[in-house]
């Protein structure tokens, strides 16, 4: 019997993949301040953006912890991580080489060094992502007879330390005078296998286990609403050396902004229109494809529109890309080693 498709995991893996498109199509833009309305309006957008990656590794966690198939190594090996390491192995290699034609400033010498530097950093940033995603697959089967046996209070006790090592303490220390922040530094000794993926990974799983809990979902909304809202206010006044230690409240927030986030679009399971549930479903299939060429395809088109133009980078780059993987969906050969 087939299993019935999860709807809002796939739609929570389209908004992930549009904000990620939309962080990178606004970086370079970023890269320089100006203090011109440009400038502050992909400030703004790009803290919308902050709950991308934590949405992806969520999705990842609430698949992955919810498979029965998880405790299984073979599968693991065989099934699992190759669907994820071969796509990302090849467009590693074509992305070092046509970054670096698009870039202008290409030697052989330079690519076949940042391709056997793949294992060590990312050939394009955006690929960062990967690495600590294929730590958590091998992970996995630990992770899945972990929480298996933890009841909702050891889970929830294992998120409030995860909040407070991994979010609460790193921004802190980070915004601390020097001279006080150095007393902070043994922290990162109690970490042990602690990190902010592992973290959204478990949350995601943690917030798939309540399947028939009533739902406000417009307030729901409005409470991540607000504090996006505060996310984005703290975005700018942060800019002033005084106000630094606003952005502790920001990083803190995230984590509540992308579950609130997840339990909306969950709520909606079941009462999503035909169509909607249609075109989710054709480009749910496309994201990590998507994910994989978007750096490129950010690169060609911002070649031609200039960073300050971030919304056109970020239209026709999704377009370019979707196009992309769309097509290599159709060639058998192509989308079983490309996506």
């Known amino acids: 019997m087939k299993r019935k498709r999860i709807i809002y995991i796939d739609v929570i893996r389209v908004v992930a993949m549009m904000l990620v498109v939309l962080a990178h199509s606004l970086a370079a833009r970023l890269a320089t301040r100006d203090n011109s309305l440009n400038w502050d309006i992909s400030n703004m957008l790009v803290v919308i953006t902050e709950i991308a990656v934590p949405l992806f590794f969520m999705i990842s966690g609430a698949t992955i912890l919810n498979s029965r198939k998880t405790k299984d190594v073979g599968y693991l090996f065989s099934h699992r991580l190759p669907r994820v390491l071969v796509p990302f192995l090849i467009w590693s290699v074509i992305s070092a080489f046509v970054s670096r034609k698009i870039d202008g400033v290409f030697t052989y010498h330079d690519f076949f060094h940042s391709v056997l530097l793949m294992y060590h950093q990312p050939v394009l940033i955006a690929y960062w992502f990967i690495y600590p995603l294929v730590s958590l697959y091998l992970l996995s089967p630990l992770l899945k007879a972990m929480v298996e046996g933890m009841d909702e209070k050891l889970l929830n006790y294992l ?163 979707l196009f992309i993987i769309f097509v290599i969906s159709k060639i058998p050969v192509l989308k079983k080693w490309m996506m």
């Open 159 to 321: 998120l409030i330390l995860w909040l407070i090592i991994s979010m609460f303490l790193p921004a802190l220390v980070g915004v601390l005078p020097k001279n006080i922040s150095m007393y902070f530094d043994g922290y990162t000794v109690g970490k042990v296998v602690f990190s902010s993926s592992l973290g959204y990974f478990i949350l995601g799983y943690k917030l798939t286990q309540s399947q028939h809990e009533k739902t406000n979902s417009l307030q729901l909304l409005v409470i991540a609403v607000v504090l996006m809202a505060i996310n984005v206010i703290i975005a700018f006044v942060s800019l002033k050396p005084n106000f630094q230690f606003l952005s502790v409240i920001s990083v803190v927030n995230i984590p509540f902004i992308a579950a609130l986030t997840f339990k909306v679009l969950k709520s909606y399971e079941g009462r999503y229109h035909k169509w909607f549930i249609r075109l989710t479903e054709i480009l749910a299939p496309l994201t990590y494809g998507v994910y994989l060429v978007h750096g490129l395809s950010i690169g060609v088109v911002q070649k031609m529109s200039g960073v300050n133009h971030y919304l056109i980078t970020f239209f026709f780059a999704t377009i370019l890309s």
